[in-house]
Every structure is written in C-alpha cells, then in structure tokens.
C-alpha cells in the first residue's frame, strides 16, 4: 500500500507585537471608524495637560476611552460619575501597552447614567421616609469599650484603621467583621457583618464592678463601616436598600468612613455619622489614650486636693471639740450664770409686768380726759357760733329797722303785688304790733 500523501499548510506568520497592534488598529480603522457609542462615565479623570480619561460603561461591558485638550475644551458640560452620554470618535489600539481604546473628538449628554438614576432615586425615598434626618442620629458614646469594624479583611482601609486604632487608643478592644466591599454579593455580606456585630452591642450596665467588660465578652459600643476609594460601580454595595435600613436599625452608633471625601453613598447619609477617610473613622471614635490619660491624672489631683482640705476641715473641728471637752468647769460656770441670770430675770418679770401695765393705764386715762376736755370745748364754742347766727337770722330785727310783714286773712304770707288785688284786706306785723289794712290800688313794677 502507497502511503498517504501528507497534508502540508503554510507556516503562520510571525508577527512583532508593535506590529501586530498596528495591523489590528488598521482593521478597527476600516471596519468601525468613525463610531458613536452610548453609555455611563466612570473613572472620569482630567490630568494636569488637559487630557480626559474615562471609561464608558453599560451591563454587558466596558471601553476605554481617551478625550484630548483639544476636544475636551470644547465641551458645554463638565463630565461626572455615572452620566450617561454619547460620544464619537475613533476606535483604535493604545500600541504602549496593546489597549482598545476609543479616541473621543465629542460629547453630548444623553440623560443621567443607570447607576447614578437609581442612587438619586433610592436617596429620594429614604429621605423621605426620614432615615438621613438628624434627630434620629445617635451621639458619639463619650466612653467606648468596644469597637466594631465592618470591611474586607484584603482591603487597604483595614490596615489604616487598626493602625490608627492601635496608635491612639491601644486599650480599646476591636473586633473585626469581615465582609466584601465590592461586587453582586457585597451588600448581603455587609448586612450580614453588621448583623453579627449587633449582638456584641450591649447596655452599659452590664459592665463588671471594674468597668471591664462582663464574663471577658467583647462590648462593641461603636461601629466603623469602612472602604477605601473607588468609581461609583466600586461603591455601589453601599448603596444597598437594605443595608441603609438595617444601618438605620443599628443600636449603637456607625461611623461610615467609605471612598474619598468628594465620594458619596446611601450608607453615609444613613450613618450616625461620616468620616473623609477610612483613617479620619477611625481618629473620630474615641479621644486618644494620652488625653484620657491627661484628664485622669487632672481628676486624680483634684481628688487628693479635696481630700486633703477634707481631712484639714475636720482636723480642726476635732481641734474645737477637744478643746471644749477639756475644760467643762469652764463650761459649766458659763452655764450657771445663764441660769442665775434668767432666774433673776423671772422673779423680777411680774412686777416689772404690773408696773407697766400701771403706766399705761395712766397715760390712756389721761389721754381720754384730755380729749373729751377737748370735744366738750369744741362743742360748746360751735353751739355759740350756731347761737349768733341764728340770732342774726330772727325776723323781729329786720321788723324793727322799719319793714313790715304782710300776710292774707289766711295768715299766708304777700310776698308780691300779684298775690293781691284792689280791696283786697291784707294785715301788716310791725316790730310793736299788727294793724289791718285794705288794698287802694296795685302798681306794679316795670320789669
């Protein structure tokens, strides 16, 4: 039998790598460009040239992307995290480092990023379900015994805040419950690690007659929920709905120290209370060793001055009460002539009594003589003046200076021309006796 022809194929071409790249941007040149793509920012970045970097993102993958001076200045909008917009460009190779990369000439917005819709709108409903509002905040406990830190154990933060926890307060115990900080199942293992330090929160009560905790447990007064920084798709576990409502449920207080200081999160408007930085967390927790030391050793000599004047005051007294005690002769002559004194004053307080008494009986006796001598003058000189006056009233004088009395056969007094008429008889009383007259004629007076 003849043996098979044997199949021969061409050697593949060996390609350099700055070669390849190339070729592979030519294709993308020819096949795709120009491009338009929609999506959400992420990682927006502008560095110190002018130049934008970013990545634009959607659910099934992501693109890098490059804007240069020229094209970034020529925006009408400054760029954030999560915003969703459509860009054209050039699609290409980065050849440095063999990167696909889409060189972006321009920019328009196209609405708000799915992410960034959701943040705003979960923040909306919780806030005005009233979780982020201040009077629903613990305080700071000002004596910590325990503290509680909820981050990945492979996370930088960690490392940052047990080492700011160990320089500034090495004597408070810390527990560690781990937990993702980024991904699908993140949120649930944060609900979880919170959950699990919960049952370490305990009353002050239960503390032991030292201030330790009781039976050795762990007493976790204050949480820490801690991440280093991140775009938005990194810290969108902490923009859980569940995780805001078991931080809100949260029986001491939580101290959330996630991202930067420009990054946001639901946990933080949740928290009692936020932090910068997972470091600056961990420094608001609890005053420093030293100045509890400080103000320990402050109170310790305020207690020996005060126990010092103390035994002062009542060293003294003692002074005082020996004193007094030594000498009771003394004491008791004092106390004789007190006797003698009131006893002197007893026997004497009768007649003392009875003769002022006597006194005053005198004076009001004399005082009411004198006063009805008084009343009875006052009396008789107002009887004389009344006596004159009337005198001076009596109608037998003005008789006896010429003028005359008329009166009708009635005997009622004429006092006026038209009380009379002509023949009428009228009787005159002078000062010396009456006569009767008859009426000639009336004249009245002109008025």
């Not at 020996?322 to 004194?341: E, F, I, K, N």
């Not at 004053?345 to 009805?372: D, E, I, K």
Request: aromatic share 4%; charged share 20%.
């Amino acid at each position: 039998m003849s043996e098979p022809l044997s199949v021969r194929r061409a050697a593949p071409q060996v390609w350099s790598v700055g070669a390849l790249c190339h070729a592979i941007a030519d294709a993308l040149e020819a096949r795709f460009n120009p491009v338009r793509v929609a999506g959400e920012i992420s990682g927006f970045v502008r560095a110190a040239s002018g130049h934008c970097y970013f990545t634009l993102k959607d659910s099934s993958g992501q693109l890098r992307c490059a804007m240069f001076k020229r094209a970034a200045s020529g925006l009408a909008f400054v760029p954030r995290e999560g915003q969703r917009v459509e860009v054209s460009g050039r699609l290409g190779v980065y050849e440095p480092r063999g990167e696909l990369q889409l060189v972006v000439d321009a920019m328009v917005q196209a609405g708000e990023g799915n992410l960034y819709e959701q943040f705003v709108l979960l923040k909306a409903r919780l806030q005005a379900e009233g979780l982020f509002e201040a009077e629903r905040k613990k305080p700071l406990p000002k004596r910590v015994r325990g503290i509680g830190v909820v981050t990945s154990l492979g996370a930088a933060a960690l490392h940052d805040v047990v080492s700011a926890l160990q320089r500034r307060v090495p004597h408070i115990p810390v527990l560690i419950a781990p937990a993702s900080v980024q991904g699908a199942n993140a949120a649930a293992e944060l609900v979880q690690a919170l959950q699990a330090l919960y049952g370490f929160a305990a009353p002050a009560q239960e503390e032991g007659a030292h201030g330790d905790s009781a039976a050795g447990k762990v007493h976790v007064d204050l949480i820490l929920l801690v991440r280093g920084g991140g775009a938005m798709e990194d810290l969108w576990s902490f923009n859980d709905e569940v995780l805001a409502r078991v931080l809100a449920q949260s029986p001491v207080p939580v101290i959330s120290g996630i991202g930067h200081e420009t990054d946001f999160t639901i946990a933080d408007f949740v928290a009692d209370l936020r932090a910068p930085t997972p470091t600056a967390a961990a420094e608001l927790c609890a005053l420093p060793l030293d100045q509890l030391l400080d103000a320990c050793g402050h109170m310790q000599l305020r207690l020996q001055n005060a126990l010092v004047r103390k035994l002062d005051r009542e060293s003294q007294r003692l002074d005082q009460m020996a004193s007094r005690a030594g000498r009771p002769a003394a004491l008791l002559g004092r106390l004789q002539l007190r006797l003698a004194g009131l006893g002197q004053r007893m026997a004497y307080a009768p007649a003392q009594q009875f003769q002022a008494q006597q006194t005053r009986l005198l004076a009001s006796q004399s005082g009411l003589r004198n006063a009805a001598n008084q009343r009875a003058q006052g009396q008789r000189s107002r009887l004389e003046h009344l006596g004159v006056r009337l005198g001076a009233m009596d109608p037998q004088l003005v008789l006896g200076r010429g003028y005359a009395w008329l009166q009708d056969d009635a005997g009622r007094p004429l006092t006026g021309t038209a009380q009379m008429q002509t023949g009428q008889r009228v009787q005159a009383r002078l000062s010396d006796g009456t006569a009767d007259m008859q009426v000639q004629a009336i004249r009245r007076a002109q008025a």
